[in-house]
C-alpha cells in the first residue's frame, strides 16, 4: 500500500508458448512502477521440436515398473517422447508436441518413451530452459525435485526483458 506507484498484473502463462516444448502452465504476477501491462508485449515464440529434448548420450535402457508399462499401452500417439505414468487417465494424444507439466512431485513417473527410460536430470533441466552444463550438487531425486518446483527460465527471461524496457523508459 505504501508504494502506491506500483501496479500488479498478472497472466497465465505456458512455457511451450515461449520456445519450450513443455505443457506448463503457470500464474505470473509482475509489478511495474508505470502500471504497463509487460504481459501485453511479451514475445512468444514456437517451441524446436521435442526431439531436441532427448539426451542421446545417456543410452541405459530400463525394464518399464509395472505401472509405466501400463501407461505405455494406452499411448494414443506413436510418436509420443515423453510421459508422466502417475496419471492413468492420459493417452498423450500430442505427446508428440510437448512434454507434459514437470512435478516435483513425480520425480520417479516421467519416463523417455523413445529411449526407454525414465528422464534424466539433463532432460529436466532442458524442459525448464536451464542452460546446460548445470552445476548439479545433490542427487538426482532432489534435483528433479527442485527443477519441478522451478519457474521456466524461458517464460521470466521474457518477463525480466519486458521489464527493463519499461525502466529505460522511466529513466527517459
Known amino acids: 500500500k505504501k508504494l502506491k506507484e506500483y501496479k500488479v498484473k498478472w497472466k497465465v502463462l505456458n ?3 515461449f520456445g519450450i516444448p513443455q505443457n506448463r502452465e503457470r500464474i505470473y504476477i509482475v509489478g511495474s512502477v508505470n502500471g504497463a501491462n509487460i504481459f501485453d508485449n511479451l514475445k512468444k515464440r514456437e517451441s524446436p521440436s521435442l526431439q531436441e529434448f532427448i ?3 545417456d543410452t541405459c535402457r530400463e525394464t518399464p515398473q509395472p505401472f509405466i508399462k501400463k501407461r505405455l499401452s494406452k499411448i494414443l500417439n506413436e ?15 500430442n505427446g508428440h508436441l510437448s512434454c507434459p ?3 516435483a512431485g513425480s520425480t520417479h513417473c516421467f519416463f523417455n518413451v523413445h529411449m526407454m527410460r525414465k528422464m534424466n536430470v539433463k532432460e529436466w533441466l532442458m ?18 525435485k527442485q527443477i519441478g518446483n522451478s519457474m521456466s527460465v524461458n517464460v521470466v527471461k521474457e518477463i525480466i526483458k519486458e521489464l527493463m ?3 529505460k523508459i522511466k529513466k527517459n
Open 15 to 17: 512455457t511451450k508458448d
Open 127 to 144: 524442459m525448464q530452459g536451464f542452460s546446460l552444463p548445470f552445476t548439479q550438487v545433490v542427487s538426482d531425486r532432489q534435483m528433479k
Open 79 to 93: 510418436g509420443t517422447v515423453y510421459i508422466n505414468a502417475g496419471f492413468n487417465y492420459n493417452g498423450y494424444p
Open 101 to 103: 507439466c514437470l512435478l
Open 55 to 57: 539426451d542421446r548420450t
Open 165 to 167: 524496457k519499461i525502466q
